[in-house]
């Protein structure tokens, strides 16, 4: 299962705010100067430049465009520059390595605006809970926005308001010359909210300068991916669609690839990620919902920190595909042996099947099993199954019978035994 | 019904979408609890082009039908009891789907199986089903169960599941949770350690669930036949946070036990896909551990881990038992429902006759088969069409020369002109107005004794004449005198012996060059000697050529004298002549229908009008 809520680059959320907005708020003139620069781009400098033609009359800003935040403080802003001085910038910060919290990762984007003077800086927010969407706003943006969050005005929106009758005046305060702006700059904005199925976006500071222009400073958002198809004409094109970025720092191992790749080639859902190379417990689960209770179960018993994976299978997969993701644990969980000599676990477990059929995605995993039974034996591995689920007699004889053959301890145990009992058994043996 | 049931033993639903399988799913249960009216009223097929149709299902072992209505509208006006939708729609039509069933004054539940629904979409079907009374199940779920009473569409699985879980009658245990892969799990789990379930209901996993996990708690509450609660909540939003408040301001009071799943989140990398799509932590008070301690600190019984959730599960119970809380159960055998014939097939428990022997071709593998060879074969190997009548007709591989002269007779035989009855029998019918295939067929009905029969008739006269040994003279006399017709195959409008048919000529120049033997072919032109000394135009023709030399091919090829019979007596000959001339008639069907020509009316001047 995907997550419907998801970021997109500052860049892409200014492109489509701008395009939007003036689609209920005619006045917005945006000045449309974006850019971002990449190490390729940095590499083609005079091509960059005769793009995107401002960059040699604008005062230009230049920050990181890639999912985080306090920039600021992390010293990756520049302001007011011309550009050599952007050049200089980028040479220097980008391919730079950056710990952010406790990843580290690559920078690798700068988005590039001209510099906008002000004195003041606006907060606003637009949230969304189950009866409401909700806007916050403050006159104290900027990164003093959460030490004053207390200053911050939130007006709930009943879902279903008709946003133009909506009465704003009375529960903003008074902005004086920029009131006739601000009001209905909050409503547009608004409405490109809803329209565009933003699930989150916050304007944190955006100005207003001298002659009543608003310009977005630092935008974040998110989309409600699931909502593509509703937006073809904007960001969900199939043939074009907005990017999702992952994290910065966040690189998917080739294990992790090669199930994501399956993932994508089928009905069914084969979820992996890697936690701990060296972890000595690894789990092959069935079903979103269980993997989530084996993975809890695994750490409340506290051997978090000796967990391998997180990962499920469900949906049916075929014989096939559950062969190679089972292989695919098999290999890292038999890499090598525990250097303490200790056992490794393999949890197989999983909850009663609806449908999947327990006998047919198990013949896959004993297939793996056997061709790598030397291997299991090698690293010192014992393996725990729990399943239950059509045809799961069958399936779990299959088990019983491959370790028999391959000499590879394996413990079976049914739909009688509590579904992660299994990992109290294994844990408590050592 | 009382408020707080959304189902019961009377419940029918309409389902959305034609989804066979959860109907036949949901009729089983309804069997094995001994419900009295099927569950499903009605199926929507908005694809179908008939207002009403009808699907057959099972109902123990009789069939019965089950109406299929183009439209909501007129589903809910004729099955107006029937007020649960379980929609089936595609992510991209729940939304409108659900909001007709929520608008309507029929439905009161609406359950959203489907997957993926933009949450803008799920946040307007909560707007009116709140603004109308009416409740939702979904989106991104299974559905749920009253045990014994009503189960929506796939919930539960497997009839043995079912059996198994003891949800063909109600226990006691009201059990919610956001998980609908983990309810056949939880489910079989409480039916081991409490009397069962009485009511399990799986909300889904997404942000903005139609009704929450409090929702159907209340409903729980307020049922006296439900004892303890049971829910599996999860990490992420805000929702538990609800039982909480309802359990301190006293609107829940009985045992409620709980577990929130996602306490390994902390260990986990931020950012991690974990569970549900509303499964992830965006404060710490939507974590799994806050929300466990708020529900323990409330009074809930809450486990230290799901490992001991069973546990807690099973104390509870029985403390409500010594105190007497329980009503025992009036326990029955479910009765059994009939093994569906494929799956009995699959395990060789049945066997049923064939109606229908065919040895010819096979099209249920990867490539079809023509007589066992693959058409990737006879594709790739550029095989003859003469290669592939024989595979067809004959069932064998034939050699060179006979798919040579197979190919030989098919283009002799492909036209011989408009006049001739098949083909402008085909002209005319093309020229009112009809179709190909009935143009062709028409052409095809006037092939008979008259028109293409010679062929087929020289094969049978001069066969009967060589087996019997008759002396050409003799033949030409039992012709004569006994059959009383002219011998077929011989003679010619135009041709004579000295302006000879050139495409007997070269029928017989490749007979006589490719065929080790011809014994038909040498004893017609021994008769053919005979009747041209009669009269010049007594020549052999093409088509007793062709069906005499189709008898010499035969003589030449691996048949024994039974297999030569089955050829003859299953019409091939003629079926050479029909699969020949189709091409022609197609070719004046495809001539006359280029053209636009109108309809043929014979002139009154070619007709002669007397009494």
Redesign the interface.
Do not use: C
């Given at each position: 299962m995907d997550m419907a809520q998801k970021n997109i680059y500052e860049y892409d959320a200014k492109k489509l705010v701008a395009s939007q907005l003036p689609n209920y708020f005619p006045e917005f003139n945006y000045h449309g100067k974006l850019a971002v620069i990449t190490p390729e781009k940095l590499a083609n400098f005079d091509r960059f430049i005769a793009e995107n033609p401002w960059l040699k009359t604008d005062k230009l800003v230049a920050k990181p465009d890639q999912l985080f935040g306090k920039r600021g403080k992390a010293n990756l802003i520049l302001l007011d520059a011309n550009l050599e001085q952007l050049k200089k910038f980028a040479e220097e910060k980008l391919d730079q390595e950056l710990k952010i919290g406790n990843v580290k990762g690559v920078l690798n984007r700068l988005l590039i605006e001209p510099y906008t003077p002000h004195e003041t800086e606006y907060y606003i927010s637009i949230t969304s809970d189950r009866y409401n969407d909700l806007i916050h706003f403050s006159f104290e943006g900027g990164i003093f926005v959460e030490e004053n969050w207390d200053k911050v005005i939130h007006i709930p929106v009943p879902f279903g308001t008709n946003i133009e009758s909506f009465d704003f005046e009375t529960k903003l305060p008074n902005l004086g010359k920029f009131n006739d702006v601000l009001i209905p700059f909050i409503k547009g904005l608004f409405q490109v909210y809803c329209a565009q199925d933003f699930a989150f976006l916050e304007i944190n500071p955006f100005a207003i300068t001298e002659d009543k222009k608003i310009v977005p400073l630092d935008l974040k958002a998110r989309l409600d991916d699931t909502a593509a198809f509703l937006h073809i004409d904007t960001w969900g094109n199939p043939n074009n669609p907005i990017e999702f970025p992952i994290g910065i720092g966040q690189k998917m191992a080739k294990e992790e690839a090669l199930i994501k790749d399956l993932d994508e080639k089928t009905g069914a859902s084969l979820k992996f990620q890697i936690l701990n190379r060296d972890g000595r417990i690894w789990t092959m689960v069935a079903g979103g919902g269980a993997s989530v209770v084996y993975t809890d179960t695994i750490v409340d018993l506290g051997y978090g920190d000796e967990l391998g994976n997180y990962g499920e299978y469900s949906g049916n997969p075929s014989r096939e595909h559950t062969e190679i993701y089972a292989q695919n644990i098999i290999d890292l969980i038999s890499t090598s042996p525990d250097p303490q000599g200790r056992e490794k676990y393999l949890i197989i477990g999983g909850g009663i099947a609806n449908f999947t059929d327990v006998k047919a995605t198990f013949t896959g995993i004993v297939s793996a099993i056997r061709k790598s039974a030397d291997k299991l034996k090698n690293a010192n591995v014992k393996i725990f199954v729990r399943r239950g689920g059509p045809n799961e007699k069958q399936g779990l004889e299959l088990m019983k019978q491959v370790g028999k053959e391959t000499g590879v301890p394996i413990e079976v145990y049914d739909r009688y035994t509590h579904m992660t009992r299994v990992v109290s058994i294994a844990l408590n043996e050592n | 019904m009382e408020s707080y049931k959304l189902f019961d033993k009377n419940t029918q639903a309409i389902i959305y979408g034609f989804q066979t399988r959860p109907v036949q799913r949901m009729l089983d249960f309804d069997f094995v609890c001994k419900r009295k009216k099927p569950s499903v009223a009605a199926i929507i097929r908005p694809t179908q082009t008939a207002a009403i149709g009808y699907h057959k299902v099972f109902w123990s072992n009789k069939e019965i039908v089950i109406p299929i209505y183009k439209t909501l509208s007129l589903a809910t006006k004729k099955h107006p009891k029937a007020d649960v939708m379980i929609n089936f729609s595609s992510?991209?039509s729940s939304y409108p789907t659900s909001k007709e069933a929520l608008e309507s004054d029929t439905i009161r539940t609406v359950v959203i199986i489907a997957?993926?629904?933009?949450?803008?979409?799920s946040?307007?079907l909560?707007?009116i089903a709140r603004e109308r009374g009416k409740f939702i199940i979904g989106p991104?779920t299974?559905g749920g169960i009253v045990a014994g009473n009503f189960k929506i569409g796939?919930t539960?699985?497997?009839l043995?599941?079912i059996i198994?879980s003891k949800l063909y009658r109600p226990g006691s245990v009201g059990f919610v949770?956001?998980?609908?892969?983990?309810s056949?799990?939880?489910n079989?789990?409480i039916s081991?350690c409490t009397n069962g379930i009485y009511e399990g209901i799986a909300i889904g996993?997404?942000?903005?669930p139609g009704s929450r996990l409090i929702d159907h708690l209340l409903r729980y509450e307020a049922n006296p036949e439900i004892k303890i609660l049971v829910v599996?909540g999860?990490?992420g939003g805000v929702d538990e946070y609800a039982i909480v408040e309802a359990m301190k301001n006293g609107s829940i009071k009985k045992p409620l036990v709980i577990w929130v799943?996602?306490?390994?989140a902390?260990?986990?990398?931020?950012?991690?896909?974990?569970?549900?799509?509303g499964?992830?932590a965006g404060s710490e008070k939507e974590t799994?551990d806050a929300k466990n301690q708020a529900l323990r600190e409330a009074g809930a019984i809450v486990p230290?881990?799901?490992?001991d959730l069973?546990k807690k599960i099973k104390e509870t119970f029985e403390k409500l038992k010594k105190e007497r809380k329980i009503v025992p159960i009036d326990e029955f055998e479910p009765p059994k429902v009939p093994m569906d014939f494929s799956e009995a097939q699959r395990l060789g428990l049945v066997r049923k006759p064939t109606n229908v022997i065919v040895t010819i071709s096979d099209d249920r593998g990867d490539v079809p088969t023509f007589a066992g060879v693959g058409l990737d074969k006879i594709i790739r190997e550029n095989k003859s069409i003469g290669y592939v009548i024989g595979l067809l007709w004959f069932k064998r591989e034939l050699p060179e020369f006979a798919q040579q002269f197979i190919e030989i007779v098919i283009k002799l035989t492909a036209d011989h002109g408009p006049a001739v009855s098949g083909a402008h029998n085909a002209i005319i019918t093309a020229r009112a107005g009809k179709d190909l295939m009935s143009s062709l067929a028409s052409g095809i009905l006037t092939i008979g004794p008259r028109f293409g029969g010679a062929i087929s008739n020289a094969a049978k006269y001069f066969r009967e004449a060589l087996q019997k040994g008759m002396k050409p003279l003799e033949f030409m006399g039992y012709m004569k005198d006994v059959v009383k017709i002219n011998i077929p195959g011989i003679g010619h409008r135009i041709k004579s012996v000295q302006n000879p048919d050139v495409r007997v000529q070269l029928l017989k120049e490749f007979v006589f060059k490719n065929f080790e033997k011809h014994p038909h072919l040498d004893y017609a032109l021994e008769v053919e000697k005979l009747t041209t000394s009669k009269r010049n135009n007594l020549i052999l023709n093409v088509d007793g050529c062709i069906g005499i030399t189709f008898l010499d091919l035969l003589e030449n090829l691996d048949f024994t004298k039974e297999e030569i019979e089955d050829v003859i007596f299953s019409e091939a000959l003629n079926g050479l002549f029909v699969l020949g001339r189709s091409i022609g008639m197609m070719g004046h069907v495809f001539d006359q229908k280029r053209q636009r020509a109108g309809l043929y009316r014979q002139p009154w001047d070619e007709i002669l009008f007397t009494d």
């Open positions: - | 992510f991209r997957e993926g629904i933009p949450e803008r979409l946040r307007d909560i707007r991104a299974v796939n539960a699985g497997t043995e599941n198994l949770s956001k998980s609908g892969g983990m056949n799990e939880m079989f789990m081991q996993g997404d942000r903005y599996l999860e990490i799943t996602g306490t390994a902390k260990i986990l990398p931020q950012g991690l896909q974990f569970g549900h799509a499964a992830m799994a230290d881990s799901y490992e069973d």
